[in-house]
């Protein structure tokens, strides 16, 4: 069914799905931006046309509701262990191409990796379904279209925002009460980006050895550069779509030190300290070691193991809201160069 429906209307859609589903799509945070006096596009619930903003790219990404960035496990007292309940209700996540494909990855770093499946993000994850916001150009810093990800199918339905109003396509049944006598029958098919200003080649596209790469990148001088640049501050994983590093504590509480919970929280490898082990043995002290380590990991060893895509969506929120501009595009770039590179010398040889 593809409708077209005036702001009003779509107001009173999302007060229909708000009864059933949790509802979140980009949405202005005021005064919580980067920079003085501008507003941080995070995803929130939403109630109304208003709320939703689809003229430029989220700052966060849709992963910030599925697994949020503190979440409680589970409660203990003394011998008992009580699992944290989680919210099962239905969400219905508005999303661009590129964040609908990272849950794949998600998916398999948390359903599949190591073999066990992570117990809140297996209850949860049946229930979200997402609404495909079309990206009628590339935004800046976008690089989807080389890591395949500008296209996608896996949508309940599409939604192309405008001025006016919106078009929507419905394809999943299950929406379809939600939208009875709103609208006008329209033509409307879900257009894709097709090209990015930024492009990358990405080292597997000259070398098809995951570890021949590995061996060539790992003491390349091309790291050394963002020994200096790169402050560590984490900012580019945080707004990663498909980053799932985080860390476990527990919290005593005060009145009965025997009572508490553990708490998982978003971490970053981009971080001092992250892979450091017991008795203070840090594998990778320099900032350059880091992001050489979060680089091949986006752009190499997920693919290896996880025997898909890449990790990397090409969203560029890394590059967006690095302070120091660090292009990923560009890292991923100077990486195939050097492959590239070390192949023909050794061909020489």
Not at 215 to 233: E, G, K, M, N, V
Request: proline letters at 5%.
């Amino acid at each position: 069914m593809n409708l077209k429906i005036k702001p009003d209307e779509f107001s009173e859609l999302l007060s229909r799905l708000n009864k059933v589903w949790r509802v979140y799509a980009p949405s202005a945070e005021y005064r919580g931006g980067r920079f003085s006096d501008t507003d941080n596009v995070i995803y929130q619930p939403v109630s109304a046309w208003s709320d939703i903003v689809w003229q430029e790219k989220s700052h966060m990404s849709p992963n910030t509701v599925i697994t949020p960035i503190t979440e409680t496990l589970f409660y203990f007292d003394k011998e008992t262990i009580q699992i944290a309940e989680v919210d099962t209700t239905p969400m219905l996540i508005f999303a661009r191409a590129c964040d609908i494909n990272a849950m794949s990855r998600l998916d398999y770093m948390y359903l599949q990796n190591g073999g066990n499946a992570d117990y809140s993000y297996q209850l949860l994850r049946d229930k979200i379904r997402f609404v495909l916001i079309e990206c009628e150009e590339s935004f800046d810093n976008c690089f989807c279209v080389s890591m395949g990800s500008n296209r996608t199918e896996a949508w309940s339905a599409a939604v192309r925002f405008s001025d006016e109003g919106a078009k929507v396509c419905v394809k999943a049944s299950e929406l379809l009460p939600f939208f009875a006598n709103l609208g006008e029958a329209c033509d409307y098919t879900p257009g894709f980006v097709e090209q990015n200003k930024e492009q990358v080649r990405t080292p597997d596209s000259v070398c098809d050895d995951p570890q021949k790469i590995r061996d060539i990148l790992t003491h390349h001088p091309l790291w050394q550069a963002y020994d200096s640049r790169c402050i560590s501050c984490g900012r580019c994983t945080t707004g990663c779509p498909t980053c799932t590093c985080y860390s476990l504590f527990d919290v005593a509480y005060e009145e009965n030190p025997q009572r508490g919970e553990r708490r998982r929280q978003w971490a970053s490898c981009l971080i001092p300290g992250f892979s450091d082990m017991a008795g203070g043995h840090g594998f990778r002290p320099q900032p350059g070691n880091r992001l050489r380590y979060r680089a091949l990991h986006k752009v190499n060893d997920y693919k290896a193991r996880a025997g898909t895509q890449h990790m990397c969506v090409g969203c560029g929120r890394c590059d967006d809201r690095c302070p120091q501009y660090i292009k990923f595009s560009l890292i991923i770039n100077k990486m195939t160069d050097a492959v590239e590179q070390a192949l023909a010398q050794e061909a020489n040889l």
